[in-house]
């Protein structure tokens, strides 16, 4: 009877300690996968919530001016908007453009920047906020030519993204 005991007591203990060993093994795989769950599900919401839309354009000579509105309920910050890439230039010969933090007459062909803080940003607060407004002025690499369809297209460091086509004046 007491070799019973003592192998049952035995086998227990072997059991407890396996299972020490699994949860020691697992959790930190369990928790790793949690944590890249939550990271690319606020990414996706992220996503969701942005939403912008090209209001206006403008283009004569040598620049294109666009206006975009946020419309969704993500607040988008300026150095994501610094970031972005911008395409513009004649349907079919359009160039990917370099951003740069100038006053628009300072721009060189295939430039463009924002004009965000002077005026735009209605709270001052660096953001472009859901119901403001952006302009964007852009450079293309060949000038446009009057009566010229013009294309132009801004995405977002996220991968949101609005293209418009129009006539240059």
């Not at 020490?20 to 928790?31: F, G, K, S, T």
């Not at 924002?114 to 302009?135: A, I, Q």
């Amino acid at each position: 009877m007491s070799a019973e005991t003592i192998t049952t007591a035995l086998f227990l203990i072997t059991a407890v300690v396996a299972s020490a060993v699994l949860i020691n093994a697992v959790y930190p795989v369990i928790q790793n996968m949690a944590g890249t769950f939550s990271s690319s599900t606020h990414e996706s919401d992220v996503r969701i919530r942005t939403d912008f839309k090209i209001i206006a354009t403008f283009a004569s000579g040598e620049t294109a001016q666009v206006w975009m509105k946020n419309i969704g309920s993500e607040r988008i910050g300026l150095a994501e908007i610094q970031r972005a890439d911008v395409f513009c230039g004649a349907v079919g010969s359009f160039d990917h453009l370099t951003y740069k933090d100038v006053v628009p007459e300072k721009l060189a062909n295939g430039e463009w920047t924002e004009e965000f803080e002077t005026g735009y940003d209605l709270n001052v607060n660096s953001f472009w906020d859901p119901g403001e407004t952006l302009k964007v002025t852009a450079k293309p690499k060949t000038p446009i030519h009057s009566g010229s369809n013009v294309y132009f297209q801004f995405a977002l460091p996220n991968g949101i993204w609005r293209s418009n086509e129009f006539t240059a004046s």
